[in-house]
């Protein structure tokens, strides 16, 4: 049946639009090609998994004329080699304004129950969608008021008019708003790492980690450093959300980064989730970040403020939090859990060693995540495209 389908959609393509609108109809089965340890994400019922949206999705994630003058895309910010981060502190949008925050990588992104850095009302990627696109402080992709500009650019070219068609049958391959963010949202959900060093030993090899690695992990995990009381399981965040959880784990932490008033204030130009909450309590809480491939997602901390994960750990944290070497001191609303500790040298490098075996090499080179080109594709996969796991 499989076989059946994919040649009818490969003639409608080519252009039969009756075989299209056929092929269509036939919806394909999702499955997630993820290992037998990881429990399956969960999916909006709105926006079921499809491999046709998947394709249309990641075509639309490299595409810049998602910006309003077609200099950015969503890939500009998000770069597959730096495991869809950025590299920068902040990025420039599309009129030139400075960003306001890092760029949060995506390795997982299906997993979590919130999205940005501290806006907890923001549940789905669906709804993520919407920031980088209309956001207006600052402007990112700019497309604030060009809805209908953007829908006539992508209706436009023959290849998308297709594209919608067979992703979005119930809607008859319409353009629109939720389409296109359905689709976005779809394929960012196939970006699933599970094939790191650290993934291998933890279900069974022995000997993927070095043994500086595993000094640092022990180190990692011990009661010295803390570290794993907010970065643990499945994602190495206490932020996750599974098919198989009867409630999400949210985590939003004050890590002492700033103190500018000595009763713990952030700068006035980001106070966190007290932003949304408007709770004096939540001033300079952020949402834990996951430590997958952290050793290519900097600059670290939600403003990209610290270059390396030796000052993430020697200049930050066995502080107690960075503020603490100010003029104000340690900052009053820091987490519980972010206390100075004696941290060597040797030591140092042995967490990073660890944090480095986080890096899934097959996630940074999967052409199934890559930029597809201007070639319309004439075959579509049938499938998850997110490959090996550790078993």
Known sequence: MRTLFRKVLQMALLGGGALLLSAATRPTTWHWDIPSWAPAPVVPSDNPMRAEKVALGRRLFYDKRLSENGTLACASCHLQKLGFASGVPT?????????????????????????????????????????PMFSDQPVELGMGGQEKALFARLSDDPCYARLFRVAFPE???????????????????????????????????????????????????GEKLECSHCHNGLN????????????????????????????????????????VTGNAEDEGKFRTESLRNVALTG?????????????????HYSKGGRSATGPHGENPLRDQFIEPFDISEAEIADVIAFLNSLTDQSFITNPAF?????????ALPSASPSGKGAQ
């Open 171 to 221: 809607a008859k391959g319409a353009i629109t708003l939720s389409t296109v963010t359905k689709a976005i949202a779809s394929f960012e959900r196939t970006l699933l790492s599970f094939d790191s060093p650290y993934d291998h030993s933890l279900h069974g090899d022995k000997t993927a980690l070095s043994p500086a690695a595993q000094r640092g992990e022990a180190l990692f995990f």
């Open 236 to 275: 190495l965040t206490d932020n996750i959300r599974a098919a198989n959880m009867p409630f999400p784990e949210t985590g939003f932490h004050n890590t002492g980064l700033y103190n500018e008033d000595g009763k713990g204030a952030y700068p006035a130009s980001d106070h966190g989730l007290r932003t």
């Open 91 to 131: 990025h420039v949008g599309a009129h030139g304004e400075p960003g306001l925050r890092t760029p949060m990588p995506l390795a997982n992104v299906a997993y979590l129950p919130s999205y940005t850095w501290a806006n907890p009302q923001l549940t789905t990627l669906e709804k993520q969608m919407l920031i």
């Open 299 to 315: 600059p670290y901390m939600h403003d990209g403020s610290i270059a390396t994960l030796h000052d993430v750990l020697a200049a």
């Open 370 to 378: 890559s930029d597809p080109g201007k070639t319309c594709p004439l």
